[in-house]
């Protein structure tokens, strides 16, 4: 069979698996935060976030460890970032008729997602500097010992949130609940996923080999669209049940979880590979401006309304632009 012909049953068949091992992850997640009495905050910023952020995880696995191509798991997980900062307020906040943030979310969950993206940032220019790929400007490795400097600083966020679980005062969850079945239910969630996830790369790969245009361009777009199903449907219920401030909470730790653990997870399992600074500064100045987009409307009242969900709407509208324009040749902004 022709590989262009591939590229939709991968498609196709990979959002399927996506969307139903995401819709028993929800489910399960859930459940697991009732039994041991997580505060709602903790539960969308760290259980959730980090369930539904799987899809992102996988990709960069098996984009690095697979295929040998960190820079698709890298543009899926930026793309997913700003998606996930743009694109699920925005559609949380027209279902809900308006979201309330909260000032946990835009001074605790908000400070420490800039932090995140200034570490990882960070981290690629030591790798730069450090390890540079000779003969090949703007290219270095990214070895163990770099990759575990976010994953640290993950390792931080998790003990902030550990404090305000214990903080935390809840009632305990009826005897219902079965722990072994949900355990059993997470993880076959998190198998779906995965299968889900490596159909979607191999679809972007080909996309890349059948157009000549690199495969990041359709990792950034498409695949980083899809990956991020799991963290929207949970943030428009979310909001429709007025939880605006668990639904950013969800979409906040989930990009803090991408950035920190998801990307750097390729790089812990093969041992090193190499970064193109070209390609991921561009990027990160994309995510960086969309964040502060983001955090300005947040801010404001501490209530998303339906025109700033338009304003980010629009600003997710001219990061495709600019994408395209990339894709043609246009622009050129995403060197080597």
Not at 77 to 104: E, H, K, Q, W, Y
Not at 262 to 277: D, E, H, K, R
Not at 296 to 321: H, I, K, P, Q
């Amino acid at each position: 069979m022709h590989p262009a012909l591939l590229i939709p049953m991968f498609l196709v068949f990979g959002t399927a698996l996506v969307w139903k091992g995401s819709s028993v992850l929800e489910s399960a997640a859930e459940s697991l935060s009732r039994l041991y009495r997580l505060p709602p905050t903790v539960h969308g910023a760290l259980v959730v976030a980090v369930g539904s952020s799987f899809p992102e995880f996988s990709s960069t696995v098996l984009s690095t460890l697979l295929h040998g191509d960190f820079e698709l798991g890298l543009s899926v997980v930026v793309g997913s970032a700003i998606f996930n900062i743009l694109v699920i307020p925005a559609v949380s906040g027209f279902a809900g008729g308006g979201m309330r943030t909260g000032r946990d979310v835009v001074f605790k969950e908000g400070l420490f997602y800039f932090v995140s993206v200034a570490v990882l940032l960070l981290t690629f220019s030591l790798s730069v500097i450090y390890n540079p790929v000779e003969g090949v400007p703007l290219r270095g490795r990214m070895t163990r010992a770099l990759g575990l400097i976010p994953v640290l600083l993950y390792v931080l966020y998790i003990f902030i949130q550990q404090q305000d679980v214990r903080d935390h005062r809840a009632e305990p969850e009826p005897a219902s609940v079965r722990p072994l079945a949900e355990w059993a239910k997470l993880i076959t969630s998190l198998a779906l996923i995965l299968a889900g996830v490596e159909a979607l790369v191999r679809a972007a790969i080909s996309l890349g080999d059948v157009l000549g245009t690199p495969s990041f361009i359709w990792g950034v777009t498409i695949i980083a669209a899809v990956t991020s199903l799991p963290d929207t449907f949970v943030s428009v219920r979310l909001a429709r049940r007025d939880e605006g401030a668990v639904s950013l909470s969800n979409v906040l730790g989930s990009n803090i979880f991408d950035l920190l653990v998801a990307l750097p997870a390729g790089v812990l399992i093969a041992g090193a590979t190499t970064v193109n600074f070209g390609v991921a500064v561009p990027l990160m100045a994309a995510l960086t401006l969309s964040t502060i987009v983001l955090f300005a409307t947040m801010r404001t009242d501490l209530r998303l309304d339906n025109r700033e969900s338009m304003l980010l709407l629009g600003t997710y509208a001219l990061f495709l632009v600019w994408i395209v324009l990339e894709s043609v040749g246009v622009t050129g902004l995403t060197a080597g």
